[in-house]
């Protein structure tokens, strides 16, 4: 069968080198210094017009879109919070049957998910996983706000352990909130999708290499997976002006490790010489002031392990539903 012409898109070496055109424009209605909102715009410009953008239900849907009015320069569809990964798959066999027929003369436009990690690890996985299964030729983001935030800041399988939400109070009973450690959302992929041969991690923090791996997602034939750290001042409970602060805080501290996986080989990028305390990036954040000694000693410990071997299995403390930390 003939190949279906792709786009390539090139690599930039520093911030101007990027399009000064933007295809997220101002006027939407994020809170200031949403991350996510941040990720959209640089996401954006990555992939630049000819693309094709998929928002499963979130705060990116919900606060950018009011009626007749979007912030999105660039065609985009809404879609369920379950679905992302179905709608990637039609749009995609769509455009591969047109240009097989000839019936569409482009080549095939940069299609990408924006799904917050509900959307994407959680509620979306199984629509996502069946796009990587079939292997569709579409760039998965998964922009993480480690909460489900547009329906008011409640846990997500992101949600660090000791995080605060809506749905895990610290109290009597649980005093550190939450008790679980988040799941591993590129290995889930990684693990279990053969037809997958990019999968990366970045951060709002750093936006030339976030731009770039966009684009290598997106250069590769097949399905990627990008996941994307995105600090939240609601949620997270910081002054909105430190969102770049608290990004790179995350990346000194161990707390988030940018890499990539390429055909079973890991790269990495930003790795500090010596790692800072946990502690420093938890003290900026209200949702973590309740967690005494002890659980920070614990979160050190998960930290330590997992910097050790960044975005490979470790092993966590697992407990039971009912079982006390
Ligand atoms: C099937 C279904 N269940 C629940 C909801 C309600 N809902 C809308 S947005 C949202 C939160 C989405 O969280 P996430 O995907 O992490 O994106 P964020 O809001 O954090 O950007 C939820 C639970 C829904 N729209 N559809
Ligand atoms: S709640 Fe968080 S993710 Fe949602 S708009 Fe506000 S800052 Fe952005």
Known sequence: MAQIPTQQLEMVKNLRGIDQKEYYVPGHRTCAGCGPALCYKLVAKATGPDSIF?????????????????????????????????????IEAAYNVLIRK?????????????AGDGGAIDIGLQAM?????????????M????SYANTGIQTSPMTPYGGKTTFTPPGKTIPEGKKLFPKDAPQLVIGGHPAVHYVATASVG????LINKVRKGLNYQGPSF???????????????????????????????????WENGEYTYQHIPKAYKPVKEYLKGQERFNHLNEEHIAKMQAFITAKTKAPGKPVEVPVLGPREQA
Not at 105 to 114: D, Y
Not at 206 to 209: C, E, K, S
């Open 54 to 90: 998929i928002g499963p239900t979130g705060c990116m849907y919900v606060a950018n879109c009011s009626y007749m009015c979007t912030p999105f320069a660039m065609p985009w569809t809404h879609c369920q919070i379950t679905n992302g990964g179905a709608v990637a798959s039609g």
């Open 102 to 114: 000839g019936k569409y003369k482009g080549k095939l436009p940069s299609i990408v998910v924006m």
């Open 129 to 141: 996983s069946a796009m990587m299964y079939r292997g569709h030729d579409a760039l998965f983001i």
């Open 143 to 146: 922009y993480d706000n480690e």
């Open 206 to 209: 750093y936006p030339v290499d």
């Open 226 to 260: 990008i996941h994307i750290h995105c600090p939240c001042p609601k949620g997270w409970l910081y002054d909105c002006k430190d969102t770049i602060k608290v990004a790179k805080q995350a990346v000194e501290t161990g707390m988030w490790t940018n890499y990539e």
